[in-house]
Structure formats: C-alpha cells, structure tokens
C-alpha cells in the first residue's frame, strides 16, 4: 500500500484563489483515474475523471491533467470556496474493479 | 435518485464478537465494491462482486473477513472474532456495469465500526 501514516499533506488557500492538489500514481497499466472529495464522516463523493487516451478534462470549476510520462495528475478547483474544504484523494484502475487510492491532500480554505 | 445506502452508521463491539454490515447499492448497479479505511487513509480495496459472485477478493485480509451478494443486490460483510486492529470505516460502493476497469464507482456513507 501507499499509506504513510496519519499526518495528511495540507494545502491552505484563501477564498477565491485557485487550488491546485497534485498527485503521483504507481501503476503504468492504469487507464481510468478518478479525483474523489471526502468530507468529515462522510464517504467519498465522485469529482471528475479522466481516461488513458486524454490529458486534459474540465468540469465545473474543476480540471484534471494528466501526465502519462511522469505518472502525475493534478486537479485544478477554480475560485475556491469554504465549501470546498476536504480531503482529496486521486485514484487508479490498474486492473479490472479494483480502485487504488492515494494517500490523500487536504484541503482548507480560509474566508 | 438514492445513493448507495450502508447500515449501521456506527458499530461498536467486543474484540472476539461477530459483526455483519451491510450495503445496499444504487439501483440497477451490477457492480459492488468493499473498501477499508482507517484513520487518516485513503480507502483499500477488499472486495468486489459483478452480480452474485466475488470476482476479486484479493483485499480481504484474512479468513476472517467474508462478504456475500446472495441475490446480486444487497451485500454483507462479515467478520468474524473481531481483533482491535480491525477498527476503520467500511466503506460500500457501486457501478452501473460489471466492474469494468474505466467504470466510476459510487461510494456510501460508510459504517464505522469500533472493535475494544
């Protein structure tokens, strides 16, 4: 696994600024990433996702590239609100039904 | 329409009990998925069923751990003789086909389960 222990990376913006969180993923056969959003006591909620074959996706606010070359992503939130605030964790399908998580970033925007 | 639904919320038990949780999955979704999560984690795959049968249970750590989709809906996780080490979020989800590798899972609200 990729855990590496309870202190999560922290990423503080102010309200209105942009976001970026980052992430590395370890397998070159995954062709399917998703970016989930976890809030406190709850599950994680589906973001925006991303294939194989593209490197760039946008959503509403949000945007996911794709780096295939160095195995990153990166997920871009445009005009951060206190809403916002969360942990975020990129996934990857190396194999059929199988999600594999990152170690996740939290997010806290400040008003 | 509703999410993935998951009960209970909250399990507390004696280390050596048995639990049962449970997950209904979104309507219609073939695919179901189990995932562990513990404190301060992202979550870890355990299991997942296309229709009645697991076709990965590779996650599961040991013996202990059982999970069941009987009529290809609804689906149970099982552990039996609970240990401390046992205590973390399970968490359920679902997909529309069957387990694809570019399908997008849906999470539930997870049961958070205490074992002292």
């Known amino acids: 696994g990729e855990s590496v222990g309870l202190h999560l990376p922290t990423l503080s913006v102010q309200e209105g600024d942009n976001s970026i969180i980052n992430c590395a993923y370890s397998?070159?056969?995954?062709?399917?990433f998703i970016w989930y959003k976890q809030e406190s006591g709850k599950g994680p909620q589906f973001i925006i996702d991303i294939r194989s074959n593209m490197d760039k996706r946008q959503g509403q606010r949000v945007t996911v590239l794709l780096n295939k070359t160095v195995k990153h992503l990166s997920l871009q939130i445009a005009a951060t609100q206190p809403g916002d605030s969360a942990v975020y964790f990129c996934a990857e399908t190396p194999e059929m039904g199988k999600l594999i998580f990152g170690q996740g970033t939290e997010l806290s925007v400040k008003p | 329409g509703a999410g993935v639904s998951q009960t209970p919320s909250n399990k507390v038990t004696e280390k050596g009990k048995y639990v049962e949780l449970r997950c209904d999955p979104i309507s219609g979704h073939t695919a179901l998925y189990w995932y562990r999560q513990s404190l301060g984690q992202g979550p870890e795959f355990l299991i997942y069923?296309?229709?009645?049968?697991?076709?990965?249970d590779s996650g599961l750590p040991n013996d202990r751990f059982f999970a069941v989709r009987p009529e290809g809906s609804v689906s149970t996780l099982k552990i039996q003789r609970t240990e401390r080490g046992d205590s973390a979020v399970y968490l359920c989800?679902?997909?529309?086909?069957?387990?694809?590798?570019?399908?997008?899972?849906?999470f539930g609200p997870g049961t958070r389960l205490l074992v002292l």
């Open positions: 069923f296309q229709g009645t049968g697991a076709a990965d």
């Open positions: 397998n070159s056969a995954s062709d399917y």
């Open positions: 989800a679902s997909s529309l086909l069957a387990g694809g590798s570019q399908e997008t899972q849906y």
